[in-house]
């Protein structure tokens, strides 16, 4: 086991740091930058089916769903398709309205999710078209799809899910530009300036894993906290709800993910000196919104963890403690900022000695409903 950890103490932190290697294999054979094409043989195949949808139902558990929301924003945003993102528990006892005019995308690292699976069944009943994000190859769910792609993040070992997480949104990105660029809603300009700088991210995952020793502090600092709430807007909303997500799953602190400028409606109310709030704040996407909302929790006297771009000022002149990340355009942000939240609550975890990698009540893989 030592040997499979690769000098790691955990498998969630080995798998943290191969996130750029990870994302790499993701898109090799994929991204072809040069060219300013995007090949998928899963929506090559089907590209009508796709182009011709009415919408796209997403349906997934747990981390995969929050990937299913950063996909919400990315797909409405270039693709100009209508998303819906389904629990599929829900999804699947709901009697939901779905019809052969809508494509449903399944995302699951394990392909193995029974509440997945059974979500795929009944869409397919009603006739839909079904599409797998999957990990692991030749599992149930990506043989029950009509077509796929898949993540190539390599095993999964944590039960805190990670790399499974940032290359599920790099499937997504890949496919909303497909489908953007062959329904003419991008332009030119913009789709290759994508593509160039998806093919950067791995690269600035390195830079943003440099902060780990900061972050380490910030645990420290945190690490007796009994709740923590977790603040973002736009494309960093689902990535709030993440961090929220690892942090409870593996430390078991309470942690509640929150869209920034909904505290105001409850959260709020919670908030006073013992309350850490970590406000994903980077320059592109609603910055100055997010800023008022900090300067909310401030006058609250809450504790502020910003995580924000490079070089940024009025958020550390706020906040107690500031990580930053590289820039990038705004649909990339969540594969930027998602790192930071995973080191913190990695090290939150492993400072409280609890079992990082098999958190107790989790399992891997859920197949049973
Ligand atoms: C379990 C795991 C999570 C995972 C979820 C969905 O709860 O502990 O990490 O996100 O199942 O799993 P899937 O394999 O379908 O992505």
């Known amino acids: 086991e030592q040997i499979e950890k690769g000098g790691f103490e955990h498998f969630m932190l080995k798998e943290i740091y191969e996130q750029p290697s990870a994302i790499t294999d993701t898109y090799r054979g994929r991204l072809l930058v040069d060219e300013g ?9 089907n590209l009508e089916r796709f182009t011709n949808a009415k919408r796209i139902i997403i349906v997934a558990c747990g981390t995969s769903w929050h990937a299913g929301l950063v996909a919400e924003y990315i797909f409405e945003d270039l693709a100009r398709i209508p998303v ?7 999804f699947r006892y709901r009697n939901p309205v779905i ?43 990506s043989r029950e799809t009509h077509a796929g792609a898949y993540t190539h993040a390599g095993p999964e070992i944590g039960v805190a899910s990670t790399k499974a997480f940032t290359t599920q949104i790099t499937v997504l990105t890949l ?12 332009s030119k300009t913009d789709f290759h300036m994508h593509l160039s700088e998806l093919e950067t991210i791995p690269q600035k995952i390195e830079v943003a894993l440099l902060s780990n020793d900061h972050i380490k502090e910030v645990a420290d600092k945190y690490k007796e906290a009994r709740n923590c709430l977790y603040l973002g807007r736009g ?8 961090g929220a997500l690892k942090l409870k799953e593996i430390s ?28 994903i704040a980077t320059r592109k996407g609603h910055y100055e919104k997010v800023v008022s909302n900090i300067q909310e929790i401030k006058s609250r006297q809450g504790k502020i963890i910003g995580i924000v771009t490079e070089g940024d000022t009025s958020v550390r002149d706020l906040a107690d403690y ?12 969540p594969l930027l900022t998602t790192i930071p939240l995973q080191l913190l609550s990695y090290h939150i975890a492993v400072m409280l000695g609890k079992n990082v990698d098999q958190p107790r009540n989790l399992a891997k893989s859920v197949t049973v409903e």
Do not use: W
């Open 175 to 186: 496919i909303a530009l497909k489908l953007a660029k062959a329904k003419g809603t991008i």
């Open 322 to 333: 500031v990580i930053e990340v590289p820039d990038t355009i705004e649909s990339l942000t």
């Open 37 to 45: 094409v995007i090949r998928m043989a899963g929506i090559d195949d």
């Open 99 to 141: 019809t052969s005019e809508d494509v449903v995308i399944a995302i699951s690292q394990s392909g193995e999710t029974a509440d997945t699976m059974a979500a795929i069944k009944l869409a397919k009943e009603k006739g839909a078209f079904v599409f797998g994000v999957c990990n692991v190859v030749g599992s149930s769910i």
């Open 252 to 279: 078991y602190i309470h942690a509640e993910g929150y869209p920034a400028a909904e505290m105001k409606h409850g959260p709020i109310a919670l908030i006073d000196e013992d309350m850490p709030v970590v406000v």
């Open 235 to 242: 494309y960093n909303f689902p990535v709030a709800l993440e």
């Open 84 to 90: 819906e993102v389904e629990y599929a528990s829900e």
